[in-house]
């Protein structure tokens, strides 16, 4: 009778768990990262959908000559705010779930991030 009751118990700790995930996972739109490439020339902003959704080139660096820099620099400023993003995202995810999901050696909440 007792594990019948803990069986029930963690399947309602699963249900939680996954009402938490989603309510988190849609929260990832608000949460926002930056990264600069180029001493801040150029600035990306990301959130936590990984998807970017700013960027800022310093007028000093618009120069039809430069362009192929300037791509670089983009690119270079962009995977920055992917990747702090993402570290974001994964942190508010864990967040959200603490308490629920035990700490499990080798499980990556970041997997959760759409």
Do not use: W, Y
């Not at 000559?65 to 994964?90: F, H, Q, S, Y």
């Not at 508010?92 to 991030?113: C, R, W, Y």
Request: glycine share 8%.
């Amino acid at each position: 009778m007792t594990t019948m009751l803990d069986m029930m118990k963690m399947m309602g700790k699963v249900k939680e768990a996954q009402a938490r995930i989603a309510e988190a996972q849609a929260q990832l739109s608000s949460i926002t990262a930056t990264g600069s490439a180029g001493g801040d020339l150029v600035i990306a902003e990301a959130n936590g959908l990984k998807q970017i959704i700013r960027i800022t080139v310093d007028d000093a660096l618009i120069n039809p000559v430069d362009k192929e820099m300037m791509r670089d620099l983009i690119i270079a400023a962009c995977n920055k705010a992917l990747d702090a993003a993402g570290l974001k995202a994964t942190e508010h995810l864990q967040k959200a779930t603490e308490g629920l999901i035990p700490n499990i050696p080798g499980f990556d909440l970041g997997s959760m991030v759409k």
